[in-house]
């Protein structure tokens, strides 16, 4: 079947450290991969996705590459903002209209 | 312009209640999901309307739960008999194109269920 498996949380980090929230799948077929956030108080929104294996995905400065042989799409940032604490998901489609969550990283930057 | 909307945000029921819960999508967006997501989990996938066909409902726990989009635009979902496990954060999104790529979620609605 389709799963992901996301790193617990919660997370906290100093302004400026760098951020990897590990994520692995399992899926059936070839997958389209995302990570959504979800910041304090707002819906979830797409952050980045990759479609493809070897594809990276990148927004507002963080990356995540599509490793099929791994089968993981780890989400990195090289110097995180106090404004990126939130909850970060994961997530596969094989179909295009069924997802599939991550259960969520909490990621707290203190100044 | 205006984003996804879901009323009511916060839902109480007594066991055995229905309850009804609405999702305004982005005007002109052809694809609407219906997810539940449990306190500290991961959305889960409920349901899924191409304008208004029900494509896939293979999420949705049981048959108490029923999802309806008449006109391919607002979409209901209505629990019947409500039961305590039905407790959660019913969220909505919706996506321009066929399949849901970039969808928009909605804030969500928390039904508690006593």
């Known amino acids: 079947g389709n799963s992901v498996t996301q790193m617990e949380g919660p997370v906290t980090l100093s302004e400026e450290a760098f951020l990897t929230i590990n994520c692995t799948y399992t899926?059936?077929?070839?997958?389209?991969l995302f990570w959504y956030v979800q910041y304090p108080g707002e819906g979830l929104q797409l952050l980045l996705k990759?479609?493809?294996?070897?594809d990276k995905g990148s927004n507002k400065g963080f990356e995540a590459t599509y490793r099929k042989e791994t089968t993981s799409f780890h989400l990195e940032k090289g110097s995180v903002q106090v404004s990126d604490s939130a909850v970060y998901f994961c997530?596969?489609?094989?179909?295009?209209?069924?997802?599939?969550f991550g259960t969520g990283t909490s990621l707290t930057v203190i100044p | 312009g205006a984003g996804v909307s879901q009323s009511p945000r916060y839902k109480v029921a007594k066991r055995g209640q229905d309850v009804a819960l609405r999702c305004d999508p982005i005007?002109?967006?052809?694809?609407l999901f219906w997810y539940q997501q449990a306190l500290g989990q991961g959305p889960e996938f409920l349901t899924y309307?191409?304008?208004?066909?029900?494509?896939?409902k293979s999420g949705l726990p049981s048959d108490r739960f029923f999802a309806e989009r008449p006109e391919g635009s607002v979409s209901t979902l209505k629990i019947q008999r409500t039961q305590q496990e039905d407790s959660a954060v019913y969220l909505c999104?919706?996506?321009?194109?066929?399949?849901?790529?970039?969808?928009?979620f909605g804030p969500g609605t928390r039904l508690t269920v006593t």
């Open positions: 005007s002109g967006h052809v694809s």
């Open positions: 997530a596969l489609s094989t179909t295009g209209n069924q997802f599939y």
């Open positions: 899926a059936t077929g070839y997958p389209s």
């Open positions: 309307f191409q304008n208004e066909a029900q494509l896939d």
């Open positions: 999104a919706s996506s321009l194109a066929l399949w849901g790529d970039e969808q928009y």
């Open positions: 990759a479609t493809k294996a070897d």
